[in-house]
């Protein structure tokens, strides 16, 4: 047992010591340079005050929009069975490994000024905030559809076929039955959306517009364009504690939902009668507008540009960033790995350490790029900071996967290994390591779709000749005309196939088995 914990604590110390060095201590260095701050000057402003109030309604909003149409899709895709619905299920996990930056140029190009709406006689949505909450819901739909979608596989089938046996209407059944096994895993997603609509930077940066800019994108223009830190400090602390909170909720109910699959689940059936291929195209059609739409719009705008539009690809600055942008990605997937696998080992019986993980998800990253910078002003745009800005960002993808991966491994197989001899390294090389192979490589791709769409911490760090993909994009949206406007659709493009490459790594690589276990990562 002591060995037990000391090994826990030296895997412990790894991840941690990152953490202190690569965001704890610059978010700390940054709040000190902005001297004496008030927790209360964000709420004597009405105009922080609109900022804090709109970054939390919008992702509540996007909670509520996207419970109300993600769980009837959910329920659709796990009681019918239907050609196609593997196909489905999988592309649903393409959204989430888009880059944002793309993910926001599809909706400009199918909602915009002169996206696609516009152009066949619709409105243009542009100065509202409609684009912004579509283009949250476009990441975090599927993510809802998914954890609902194997939250009602976990329905007990006898339960529900005693109760109709009793005469219950099929509603009754959801209220009294469904519901109540489902609920903690949608609030576990909710807390997801919550987490990732409040802490967006680049959706928010480039759909949100001067009035509807979320306190992330305030906090940059602060830190950035008026160095006023003192203010970007406090509401750097608001977000801290009130997206902390969500966080330590996620990660209470994480652990509760960390148990075996349920043996007797519930049989799906083909589709019968008009009611119910109804509601199959429906859901269909729900996912098609809010997931498939923007980045067909930004397929279908980029052809339309033509054979000019498209010689960008074959710049001298686009293949640069091309390299950049893997050679980044690489680097920074690798050192993910060592910290994502050494935290979730560690974290294992800890609640402490599971919710430590999610601190790169809540702390701005605005914040710690102006912070590493104020702290360690001699690696001011090194190439290690920047590849370990990266990988603070990847890791944590890592070590959840990871630690899904942990929580679904039977115990037996390990204390089988021990009763046999094995040492604690054996019973790690050869029995528990393989068995995490599929959750590990899960976790590597989202790290590396992460890595591939990173844009807040660059746009600080990066040096001009260090420009990724991400920033490119950005720097051909900042320019007028249409020529740069096209040939940041077809640099999309080129971001748009990388993230598919992460998509195919994900979701074709991983045997069925493997998908289900994992689906929760």
Avoid at 367 to 379: E, Q
């Amino acid at each position: 047992m002591v060995s037990t914990n000391r090994t826990r604590l030296a895997l412990a110390a790894f991840p941690l010591a990152f953490l202190l060095v690569v965001l704890v201590a610059p978010a700390l260095r940054l709040l000190l340079e902005g001297g004496q701050v008030s927790l209360l000057a964000p709420l004597q402003e009405a105009y922080l005050r609109w900022r804090l109030a709109w970054s939390f309604l919008q992702a509540a909003v996007c909670c509520v929009v996207a419970l109300g149409l993600g769980l009837p899709v959910a329920w659709v895709l796990a009681r019918f069975d239907f050609a196609g619905r593997t196909l489905v299920l999988r592309a649903l996990m393409l959204p989430f490994v888009v880059p944002t930056l793309v993910a926001a140029m599809g909706v400009l190009a199918l909602l915009g000024p002169q996206g696609l709406l516009h152009s066949w006689g619709g409105p243009d949505l542009q100065g509202g905030p409609w684009l912004l909450i579509y283009g949250n819901l476009f990441f975090n739909l599927c993510l809802v559809v998914r954890a609902a979608t194997e939250a009602l596989g976990q329905v007990s089938a006898s339960r529900v076929a005693a109760a109709r046996t009793l005469g219950a209407t099929p509603w009754r059944v959801f209220v009294r039955i469904e519901w109540p096994a489902i609920a903690p895993w949608l609030a576990s997603a909710m807390c997801l959306v919550f987490l990732y609509c409040a802490c967006g930077f680049g959706l928010a940066l480039v759909l949100g517009g001067q009035e509807y800019a979320t306190v992330e994108v305030e906090i940059y223009t602060l830190v950035a364009h008026e160095l006023q830190l003192a203010q970007a400090a406090s509401l750097a602390l608001w977000m801290l504690a009130l997206t902390g909170l969500v966080a330590l909720a996620y990660a209470l109910i994480e652990r509760r939902l960390a148990a075996p699959a349920r043996a007797d689940t519930i049989a799906r059936r083909r589709p019968q009668g008009v009611l119910q291929w109804a509601s199959l195209w429906a859901a269909l059609a729900v996912l098609a507008l809010f997931c498939a739409a923007p980045l067909l719009a930004i397929v279908w705008r980029a052809l339309a540009a033509g054979a000019v539009a498209w010689s960008v690809l074959w710049d001298a600055a686009t293949l640069a960033a091309l390299w950049n942008s893997l050679r980044f990605t690489v680097l920074a997937v690798l050192l993910a790995t060592a910290l994502g696998l050494a935290h979730a080992l560690a974290a294992r019986k800890s609640l402490l350490l599971r919710t430590l993980v999610f601190l790169p998800f809540v702390v701005s990253p605005v914040m710690v790029a102006f912070g590493l910078l104020l702290l360690y002003p001699t690696w001011t745009a090194s190439f290690g900071l920047l590849v370990c800005a990266y990988a603070l960002l990847a890791y944590p993808f890592v070590a959840k996967s990871i630690a899904a991966g942990l929580d679904s491994m039977p115990v037996h197989l390990a204390q089988a290994a021990r009763s046999l001899g094995a040492t604690p390294w054996h019973v790690f090389s050869r029995v528990t390591l393989p068995l995490l192979r599929p959750a590990l490589r899960r976790g590597m791709a989202f790290a590396a779709a992460t890595a591939v769409g990173e844009f807040a911490v660059t746009l600080f760090l990066s040096r001009p000749e260090w420009a990724t993909l991400t920033t490119l994009v950005y720097e051909y949206l900042g320019r007028p005309g249409a020529t740069n406007r096209d040939a940041a659709l077809v640099l999309s493009c080129l971001l748009m196939g990388l993230a598919l490459l992460a998509f195919v790594l994900i979701e074709w690589a991983a045997p069925p088995r493997d998908r289900d276990v994992l689906l929760h990562a």
